[in-house]
């Protein structure tokens, strides 16, 4: 039987038992003891997610009270092809969700860098926010990496950005057009790529209402495919933000993605890459050892990841990959210019 002290007041809402309101002020106490937290109220509405057909209604964490702001992306999984078998992404992990809460909590503005304890962390964790919230006047470019068949992170940055967009338009006095701004979600499996178009298609008009411009691409990791992807061409404008979760499960995808992160950065210098991860998956060790010994690059991890977050994610997929929340982490690389001056700024 568990005792008091042992109780991690975030299973009461991952497998539904006790009350479904959890107090963070007392869970923030049992984690890391920090009396200066305010309380926060969170509320798991299992109404929120539900099928219609083959197609699952995934509700996007949003700030407002008001049902109509309320954003609902329609996705399917991939169905599988003979009855037993279908590819590894062929549908949405709890990582993906977890992906959504961080992004879905800095694109609605809220200043939420206090609850990191790590000051690396909480300049990452701003420059993110300065990112997603500008109100910007130049176009703005985002990629998903691995966004599986349901892309359900890269699908919320972009209906995110979109509501942004145009709460800004709906404020302008001028006739000042809204800035583009570009989501890439990208794969390497057939199958998947041919899913991600059809929820592509399925959520096209609310991309549209907010001007925002979402593709689907391949983007194979491999060495010799990288440098012949238009992605990384000198013609193809700025990326800002690259994004993607529990992308490494075994040595070879742990190679692959630091080969693939480390060529993005070469190409994009003011990149940041964001990528949720569980820490005790095969490769993710060798993922970190690349990337560090990277003299060019500056690799930040917060693990666990906090509270709040899980439970904003676990509105929209139950807790799974491993029996742990403390085993997902958070990982920020960028080049150590980028994040030179964003310290200077933070400092200024």
Not at 25 to 37: K, L, Q, S, T, V
Not at 99 to 106: G, I
Not at 120 to 135: A, G, S, V, Y
Not at 152 to 157: D, E, K, P, Q
């Amino acid at each position: 039987q568990r005792q008091a002290h042992d109780v991690d007041p975030f299973w009461d809402i991952a497998l539904g038992s006790g009350d479904r309101t959890t107090d963070i002020e007392r869970f923030c106490d049992f984690e890391d003891n920090d009396d200066d937290r305010q309380d926060h109220k969170v509320c798991i509405d299992e109404t929120l997610d539900v099928s219609d057909g083959r197609f699952r209604v995934y509700t996007v964490p949003h700030a407002s009270n008001n049902k109509d702001d309320r954003i609902q992306l329609r996705l399917a999984s991939l169905p599988l092809s003979d009855g037993i078998w279908s590819p590894l992404g062929a549908e949405a992990w709890f990582g993906s969700a977890l992906l959504t809460s961080l992004l879905s909590r800095q694109t609605l503005g809220d200043n939420d860098s206090n609850l990191h304890r790590d000051e690396r962390t909480r300049i990452n964790k701003r420059r993110l926010d300065q990112i997603l919230t500008r109100k910007g006047e130049t176009p703005f470019r985002a990629l998903e990496l691995g966004s599986g068949a349901v892309g359900l992170s890269g699908f919320a940055l972009a209906a995110l950005l979109g509501q942004s967009n145009k709460s800004t338009a709906e404020n302008q006095t001028d006739d000042q057009s809204r800035p583009t701004c570009q989501v890439i979600l990208s794969d390497n499996d057939e199958e998947v790529l041919r899913q991600l178009h059809s929820n592509l298609r399925q959520n096209s008009g609310l991309f549209e209402q907010g001007s925002i411009h979402v593709s689907v691409e391949k983007l194979d990791w491999s060495r010799e495919a990288i440098h012949q992807n238009p992605l990384f061409q000198p013609h193809r404008p700025e990326l800002e933000l690259a994004i993607g979760s529990e992308l490494v499960y075994s040595h070879d995808t742990a190679r692959a993605c630091a080969s693939c992160v480390q060529a993005l950065l070469e190409r994009y210098p003011n990149l940041l890459v964001l990528i949720v991860q569980i820490a005790d998956r095969p490769g993710w060790d060798l993922f970190l050892d690349t990337l560090e010994k990277n003299q060019e690059l500056r690799v930040v991890c917060e693990q666990p990841i906090p509270f709040l977050y899980h439970s904003l994610a676990c509105e929209m997929i139950q807790l799974g990959g491993t029996l742990d929340r403390f085993d997902y982490g958070a990982c920020y690389i960028s080049s150590v210019h980028s994040t030179s001056n964003q310290l200077r700024k933070s400092q200024a």
